[in-house]
């Protein structure tokens, strides 16, 4: 007989020992059709939000449908400890920067750390009723995930998509590292339009610049004009003599100068946003870089060296406004392009990165996309905009201590990269030397190790390649290429859905998975989504889980649709709370009538019990239908 009262707590624990004890979601290869799931690795680099406890769940419940229509379910689950997120996370607990501790200790203490927050997060999830299999979990930097990442790598470089160069990339100021595009996050802020007079060294006519950034005065290579701008194209050819910083430079033509923009002549500075890059490499412009790593002008610059950006910028205003060069200043609102990681406005810097090209194969992107199943059907959309939108090839390369390292070294005479070779991986180039007595190409016999990490999106995005035991003797691409499903919140799609594809693609030349399911968010009371990033969680999964118990959670979850956003809500847990109390008693109920239940055949049921079972057939198929859209809330 069941209890009088429903005790969730002791209910969950015994069936989670009991599907623990018994293995019930142990992943065995047998003759099932196999539904794997691609499942995202949540970032370790602080507690787990209730977002992710609406998305995981939304998964789990796919999971648990495929298995009970009969599918071998393979469901791995892992932990994204690669990279910045993770250093991060130690320099705020032992509040050192990461260069101040030592990259040896540095990188043990992130080991540690790391270690340390996986245990919670796999108890949570567990608690919560996740049913994968802990067998196969992972770790983005672990000496298995490490070995798949580097022969990644290697394998892009024998196919020619990879590639090392000096390059402008994108380079944050707070976090000391280079980032990808796909980083990038928009934010309005309050500046000053700067109306600027300049002079041709020729005649001396004046000319005015407008600009929301004079302190890239000192990094002027060329002034503008559109050739089809008839006020200003006469200036074409001449010299440009430059206010307070007291240089010449050229006046050119470019169709793309905004005519209608400011005041329709720009200057050209290296570098200021993706136009100047175009502009430099396209007509061979000389480099003037002008700031350090840490956001500070270099010292090579008079009058300004050592000041920090904005210092330097005001300064110059003040220089500017002293010699009678400034027409005007508006103030506006406009947008700059900061790092998702810190929110810091970013600048270009410019030093030799590992790059994937991408510019070349977006049609190739495009139709891997077409060929997916995406659910909602409109985040198809989404993925499409942004391969469309690409600007630039994929910068992997990250100036930071812990993550996985490129098996790469260089001849310390030419220069010359020298690749580990793929039976000894994995290697770590500070500590390993590579297998030859010299370099190739000038006999050298010193090498210099790659002290760069990989990007953190260039490690998960092998994810299905670490499933599938990618290069082992023994391993499961036969089942898992391509994966069954992709699972994960929209703002990942440029990301960790984009650039897997990309991967998939040059290993393998086709999709990585069949569909991909996108969650929506849980929005914090400003209107803004829940992250670990911004701390704006009000409330803390496990007690949740302890108040409520994992199925009301559940059930919360359950009542978000498929790619839409849904407020928290502790009524809905207190709805839910209630249903389980009265399934409960509904089954003592039945229970209780049920002592000499003797199963007939449905020809022999009363009219009243045809139709009880006739209505729960209907529902029944509507259910299945949702489900197999992926639609865990109606």
């Known amino acids: 007989m069941l209890d009088k009262k429903y005790i969730a707590n002791e209910k969950e624990e015994k069936w989670l020992n009991y599907w623990r004890d018994e293995k019930i979601y142990e992943f065995k290869p047998d003759q099932r059709e196999v539904y794997s799931i691609d499942t995202p690795p949540p970032t370790v680099n602080g507690k787990i939000h209730i977002g992710h406890i609406f998305s995981y769940s939304q998964t789990e419940m796919i999971a648990r449908y495929k298995r009970l229509r009969g599918y071998n379910i393979f469901y791995p689950f892992g932990f994204d400890d690669n990279g910045l997120p993770s250093e991060r996370l130690v320099e705020r607990e032992q509040g050192k920067k990461a260069h101040e501790i030592g990259r040896e200790a540095f990188s043990k203490l992130c080991y540690e750390t790391t270690d340390k927050y996986e245990a919670e997060f796999q108890e949570l999830f567990s608690k919560l009723g996740v049913s994968t299999d802990w067998n196969i979990h992972y770790k983005t930097v672990s000496p298995s995930t490490i070995k798949i990442s580097q022969l990644s790598f290697l394998d892009l470089i024998e196919k020619g998509h990879c590639y090392h160069k000096e390059s402008p990339a994108l380079w944050c100021n707070e976090c000391l590292t280079s980032i990808a595009q796909a980083e990038l996050e928009t934010k309005t802020i309050k500046t000053t339009f700067n109306y600027i007079t300049f002079k041709t060294v020729e005649d001396n006519e004046e000319f005015i610049i407008a600009t929301t950034r004079p302190e890239l005065l000192p990094a002027i290579v060329c002034v503008f004009v559109n050739p089809n701008d008839e006020k200003h194209n006469h200036l074409i050819g001449k010299t440009a003599h430059i206010p307070v910083i007291d240089v010449n430079v050229p006046i050119m033509a470019d169709e793309k100068v905004a005519i209608d923009k400011g005041t329709g002549i720009v200057m050209c ?244 998975w069949d569909n991909v399911m996108i969650s929506g968010f849980v929005m914090a009371d400003k209107g803004e989504k829940i992250s670990k990033s911004k701390g704006n969680s009000k409330v803390e999964p496990i007690d949740l ?17 498929l790619g839409t956003d849904i407020v928290f809500s502790e009524e809905t847990l207190l709805r839910g709370k209630k249903l389980v109390n009265k399934i409960w008693n509904v089954s003592k109920f039945i229970e209780m009538h049920l002592q000499d239940y003797e199963d007939k055949e449905f020809e022999d049921y009363e009219y009243i019990d045809k139709w009880i079972l006739g209505s729960f057939q209907e529902m029944e198929k509507g259910f299945i239908n949702y489900l197999e859209d992926y639609e865990v809330g109606i």
Not at 357 to 362: A, E, F, P, Q, V
Not at 546 to 561: E, K, L, M, T
Request: with cysteine; aromatic share 14%; net charge negative.
């Open 269 to 512: 500075c290296t570098f200021g946003d993706q136009t100047d890059i175009e502009w430099w490499k396209k007509y061979n412009l000389p480099l003037k870089y002008i700031f350090t790593d840490n956001g500070r002008i270099i010292d090579e610059v008079p009058n300004y060296g050592g000041m920090k950006i904005k210092e330097a910028r005001k300064q110059i205003i003040e220089d500017l406004q002293a010699g009678g060069y400034v027409v005007k200043i508006e103030e506006l609102e406009h947008e700059v392009q900061t790092h998702e990681r810190c929110g810091k406005e970013v600048e270009y810097s410019v030093m030799k990165q590992w790059f994937i090209n991408i510019m070349d194969h977006k049609d190739d992107f495009i139709k891997i996309g077409n060929d997916i199943k995406w659910y909602p059907e409109y985040m198809h959309s989404r993925y499409e905009e942004w391969v469309n939108n690409i600007a630039w090839d994929w910068c992997i390369s990250r100036q930071r201590y812990f993550g996985v390292p490129f098996p790469v070294w260089y001849c310390k005479n030419c220069g010359e990269p020298v690749f580990a070779r793929k039976e000894d991986l994995p290697v770590n180039p500070l500590v390993d030397n590579p297998k030859i007595s010299e370099c190739h190409h000038c006999k050298c016999k010193e090498f210099i190790p790659e002290t760069d990490v990989m990007d953190t999106w260039a490690t998960s995005s092998v994810t299905p390649l670490i499933n599938m035991r990618y290069g082992e003797k023994e391993n499961y691409e036969d089942l898992l290429k391509p994966m069954s499903i992709r699972t994960n919140a929209s703002e990942i799609i440029r990301t960790w859905d984009f650039y897997t594809i990309v991967k998939s693609f040059y290993h393998f030349g086709q999709k990585p």
């Open 545 to 561: 889980i302890n108040n409520y118990s994992a199925d009301v959670i559940r059930y919360w979850a359950g009542s978000g649709r």
